[in-house]
């Protein structure tokens, strides 16, 4: 094969190119092409040395990126050309794995079961017939099983399981489809389910699968281990089971996602657009929201909600039961006790599931991180030219992903806000954002916090010297961090600048830029809530220009779970005292003297009633004055249900010079005043519009009132023309596509978040860059 | 113009001059058997033999008069409490008062026959005193401080008795006096159904310690200031272990459990002023609740958790399903975090 005329290249492959089948997919290339050479993998990606005649070279590295295997994720190709031939090299090689040096190979993120594997899985004659860890190098887990880099097994939780010859003969084999599969296992040497009773009597194998199908056909709970974490399964056409997962979970009202046996069967319980569609059959397998179709299953997996979140199985045991007669479509819930986080550990899970559980079916491959499911939802507006896919939750199937800034950063480990943490690292251009955690108001959620920011850094690593975290003096976080890290600096970033920030950097924004940030709550330098804001600024400072008018939030976080607190306040402050407030809107009648008078008088003489500018409470006050929601039994509920009424029809309400915000200068800057919306509502609402229609003027009225102010604060002279939307507002599907055109409209370049949630699951990535900007100035 | 005839303290009631010398005397006549001083510049007062307990504290109270007591009620329970904790038998109290301009003479009677009452049934005698006035918003009212001084008849209690195992025991319902003075404060609406909790323990203390063997109490607070969790979080520190209680076992009563829903706070960050948290040998837990029980003070007792044999410290709150959550320390007032 030598050639007097070879040439010899030195290619560098990065992005996610381990554990993913890349190196015998190099190899077969070569091998097509006739050239020579070696392939290996080290902690920057792959790196590859060939030599051949010039037309094969480029056909070879044209094929790098063209044809990459599928669940690989090349982000660069870089060439040196010119290197020294090799005299004498007759063949290509796979390289042993090399180690040192700069680590930014990317964690490849757990995956689905492909199709050649799902083939044979349900093939009688195939020797992994029926085996529920079947994996190859194009699927299965990944993150959740890795210790540490290099992704090899013996750093995986696979460590304790050894090869039978089979299997050790294909890991071998670089033209098979599970070289050097991580993962790789058969039913004579791999792991195992196990189906354990309540009263601990427990059986192995296939046994196990047919007593949870068993169970799941009664109408039981089964706690299954999913690839991330426990799940809680009923059968989803079954009402009664629904109700008995609900009443078990103390549950009435949120919404509960269901895995589906194939497309067909999505398409059979809910109407997926093509691009919802194109999500749930993704190889990252999130919960994708769909329009539900009426009447297909029970009302109460999903309440007052015109989707329903579904997803494919990720796991081949999910195939294996789905597949089953009868068992087609499973309610997926998080498989935790309320307020904690999933369990992953089977020993945890034993220990307090059968609290909510008939049955734990689970194995002996162990997770090493807890991944929760993903939550995405794709959107679109006719006055858009792209569509919007959302993140409502960033976990299994793409943590650890990076997201790459395009801007070369300071080693940053940033720690989120509270609620929906997620902990960021920054590493060149790129910040890892890990999966979500949760609140962190719980003590094992806390100690994954800490635990997710040790592994990420050790993964890549990384020993970085300045750390961010929220403004909120009692964040865990933040106490966290600013006591116990040893870093150099600590940069406290508050928290609507970070959403912001957050929001620029995806879509690489240099900034200056115009933040919309509408969110629940979070700690403003003033020592108030913030949640209605109008920032300017960059990634180092932002500025206040305008903000919602502020209510009182009575009882503090009690008004959270209590929207009608919030209605009631905004009530009051609109029409002045109790008698008119209940007189406006009848839904406040559920209030009885006695709450009516003690609410007065703590918004009033400001009894525990901390004044918040939060656009999410004034949703929740607006979702209860309409008598949509007065208890939230689940966080965002009274908004998330009056979107719910405009059935993701996203028409703005016609133009209604009633439903405006006053503006009003205040110290040095504007105040927004819903009065006169609350008032429109009011009479309309004594004039008989029904609720759905309501929602759709008030939803209205904030778009309008968005883009106003964002040409408003254009208009002065150098005002930056980019505006970033971002908050757990802009969840709301029909606030963030409208807010987006009318902001277009306006002559404005409009960005959102697609590869962050917007909600605080989103903060670290703005907290890097806020850090980032401020210790390099 | 004496005490009898001035409709309010004037700020010559403080300058040391006749006016003043009538003020202290119309005090120390009200005062009657309670106290005990000789109007020298210090009292001279006998002392058994052994260790004394010692401890002062101020007294700031808004609104100064409730419902049922006032600052001079407070003022001697608090430091007579403080003493009778520790094991010691409180004996003398000094009182002195800082009193703004302006406060009706009548008011000022009725803190100082507040004190008298409230030493007598305590059993205490104030030896000395003192008054300062201050011009009108200098001081909101009244502010007192009292220093007290106890002897001990018995070992005394100490926080580093408590061993991992022991009970955590309250003497009565929390969340009273915070829930009675702000709704007065407020106008909140509760005050007539909810009362502070206000009273002198020592008694209590007293026929609890007699009644049980010596060490089945090792230790015990006053739930005052910072509430339940503070005292909680101080022990879990001290002795290193978590400390857990049930939510379900705390005693609330229940237009207080309205009122702090309502309010949107916790009972367990509430203050008290007559409330006990004590850690007790589980061996002795029934002895020890069958004696606080039988007094007036005590009705309402019950072992609300107990101190854990792990490691560790921390504060948790047992919901009824078992799951537990973890009490932060407060920094300072709660902030609002849901997001
Ligand atoms: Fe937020
Ligand atoms: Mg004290
Ligand atoms: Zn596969
Ligand atoms: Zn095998």
Request: net charge negative.
């Amino acid at each position: 094969m030598l050639t007097g005329t070879a040439a010899r290249r030195r290619v560098r492959v990065a992005g996610v190119v381990q554990g993913v089948g890349y190196r015998p997919f190099v190899y077969k290339l070569a091998v097509d092409l006739g050239v020579t050479g070696w392939v290996l993998n080290d902690p920057q990606g792959v790196l590859i040395e060939v030599q051949g005649p010039d037309h094969a070279l480029d056909a070879f590295t044209d094929g790098l990126t063209a044809l990459a295997p599928p669940q690989a994720r090349v982000e660069r190709v870089a060439v040196t050309r010119d290197v020294v031939p090799v005299p004498d090299e007759d063949a290509f090689a796979i390289r042993a794995s090399g180690l040192g040096g700069d680590r930014s190979a990317i964690v490849p993120a757990d995956s689905y079961v492909c199709a050649d594997c799902l083939a044979e899985l349900r093939d009688p004659a195939d020797r992994r017939h029926g085996y529920p860890f079947i994996n190859c190098t194009n699927c299965g887990p990944r993150y959740s099983i890795v210790r540490a880099l290099p992704y090899d097994r013996a750093q995986t939780t696979m460590a304790a399981f050894t090869m039978c010859d089979p299997c050790r003969a294909e890991y071998e084999d670089p033209l098979d489809r599970r070289y050097h599969a991580q993962p790789n296992a058969c039913a004579d040497c791999g792991p195992r389910l196990t189906a354990t009773a309540a009263d601990g009597s427990a059986v192995d194998g296939p046994a196990a699968l047919d007593a949870a199908a068993a169970a799941l056909a009664r109408g039981e709970v089964v706690a299954i281990k999913s690839v991330g974490g426990f799940h809680l399964a009923v059968d989803a056409r079954n009402g009664a089971a629904v109700a008995r997962l609900r009443s078990r979970k103390r549950r009435d009202a949120k919404p509960f996602a269901i895995m589906v046996r194939d497309l067909a069967t999505a398409a059979e319980v809910t109407a997926p657009t093509p691009g919802e569609v194109q999500l749930i059959d993704s190889p990252a397998r999130p919960v994708v929201l769909a329009r539900k179709r009426p009447g297909a299953l029970p009302g109460t997996i999903a309440p007052r909600n015109p989707n329903l979140g579904v997803m494919l199985p990720s796991a081949p045991h999910h195939h294996l039961l789905v597949d089953r007669p009868g068992l087609d479509v499973l309610v997926m819930t998080s498989g935790n006790i309320s307020g904690f986080p999933i369990e992953y550990r089977n020993a945890d899970a034993l220990a307090r599931l059968f609290a909510v559980a008939d049955l734990v079916l689970h194995h002996d491959r162990d997770i090493e991180v807890r991944v929760d499911d993903s939550v995405v939802r794709w959107s679109s507006h006719p006055e858009l030219d792209e569509p919007v896919v959302s993140f409502l939750r960033r976990s299994r199937g793409y943590a650890p992903y990076p997201v790459d800034t395009g801007v070369p950063l300071t080693p940053v480990v940033a720690y989120g806000a509270e609620l929906k943490t997620t902990v960021a690292l920054s590493h060149g251009t790129r910040v890892y954002l890990s999966q979500h955690i949760g609140d962190l108001k719980n003590d094992e959620t806390f100690e994954s916090h800490r635990r997710t920011a040790r592994h990420l850094a050790d993964l890549h690593e990384l020993a970085p010297r300045v750390a961010a975290t929220d403004l909120h003096p009692q964040f865990r976080a933040t106490r966290f961090a600013v006591g116990e890290q040893p870093v150099d600096e600590v940069h406290r970033v508050q928290h609507h600048h970070a959403h912001m920030a957050s929001c620029m950097a995806e879509n690489r924004v240099a900034g200056p830029a115009i933040g919309v940030v509408f969110d629940g709550a979070g700690y403003g330098p003033d020592e108030t809530t913030w949640g209605g804001e109008f920032l300017v600024g960059g990634y180092a400072d932002a500025v206040r220009v305008a903000r919602l008018r502020r209510l009182p939030l009575l009882g503090g976080d009690q008004a959270v779970r209590e929207p009608i607190r919030t209605g009631y306040a905004l009530a009051l402050d609109v029409f002045g005292e109790p008698g008119a407030a209940v007189a406006a809107f009848p839904a406040l009648a559920e209030l009885d003297e006695q709450r009516r008078h003690v609410f007065a008088t703590m918004a009033r003489r400001g009894v525990n009633a901390p004044p918040a500018s939060s656009m999410g409470r004034l949703f929740d006050a607006v979702a209860a004055l309409l008598g949509v929601c007065s208890l939230a039994e689940y966080e965002a509920q009274g908004p998330i249900e009056l979107e719910g009424l405009l059935d993701r029809d996203h028409t703005l309400a016609a133009p209604d010079p009633r439903y405006r915000f006053d503006r009003t200068p205040v110290d040095d800057l504007v105040e927004l005043d819903p009065a006169p919306v609350v008032r429109a509502l009011a009479d309309d609402l004594a004039a008989g519009v029904g609720t759905p229609e309501l929602s759709r003027r008030f939803h209205s009225a904030v778009v309008r009132v968005v883009a106003e102010e964002c040409a408003l604060i254009a208009a002065a002279p150098r005002a930056p023309r980019d505006v970033v939307l971002s908050g757990g507002v802009f969840l709301n599907e029909f606030l963030l596509l409208n807010c987006l055109v009318e902001v277009r409209r306006a002559g404005l370049a409009a960005h959102c978040q697609r590869q962050v949630p917007t909600n605080d699951g989103g903060i670290a990535l703005g907290q890097v860059l806020v850090a980032h900007a401020r210790s390099t100035q | 113009m004496t005490l009898a005839t001035s409709a309010e303290v004037v700020l010559d009631h403080g300058t040391g001059a006749k006016l003043s010398q009538e003020l202290i005397g119309e005090i120390v006549d009200l005062l009657g058997e309670a106290y005990l001083g000789e109007m020298e510049d210090s009292a001279t007062l006998p002392l058994p033999g052994g260790r004394i307990a010692m401890t002062t504290d101020s007294f700031v109270v808004d609104p100064p008069f409730f419902g049922n007591g006032d600052i001079g009620k407070i003022a001697v329970c608090g430091t007579v409490n403080d003493l009778a904790v520790v094991g010691a038998r409180p004996l003398y109290l000094t009182l002195g008062m800082i009193i703004e301009a302006g406060l009706p003479m009548e008011r000022l009677r009725q803190v100082v026959t507040s004190v008298r009452d409230t030493a007598l049934e305590a059993g205490v005698h104030v030896v000395c005193g003192d008054t300062k006035v201050v011009g009108r918003g200098e001081a909101d009212k009244i502010f007192l401080n009292t220093a007290g001084v106890g002897v001990f008849e018995r070992e005394p209690l100490r926080m580093r008795h408590v061993r991992p195992g022991d009970r955590v025991v309250l003497s009565g319902p929390i969340g009273n006096h915070t829930v009675h003075l702000l709704s007065i404060r407020e106008g909140l609406g509760f005050e007539t159904r909810v009362l502070s909790d206000c009273a002198p323990l020592n008694g209590m203390v007293d026929e609890l310690l007699a009644a049980v063997p010596a060490g089945a109490v090792r230790s015990m607070r006053d739930v005052t200031r910072g509430g339940l969790a503070a005292v909680l979080h101080e022990y879990a520190a001290a002795v290193g272990r978590p400390v857990r209680f049930d939510q379900a076992a705390l005693p609330v009563q229940f237009e207080t459990r309205m009122a702090t829903d309502m309010l949107g706070i916790d009972p367990i960050h509430t203050a008290n002023e007559g409330c006990l948290a004590l850690f007790v040998d589980p061996a002795a837990e029934a002895d020890v609740l069958a004696a606080l029980r039988a007094h007036r003070y005590g009705g309402h007792a019950v072992t609300i958790g107990e101190v854990g044999t792990d490691e560790g410290a921390g504060v948790f709150s047992r919901a009824e399903d078992g799951t537990a959550a973890r009490v932060d320390e407060l920094l300072g007032a709660e902030l609002p975090r849901l997001c």
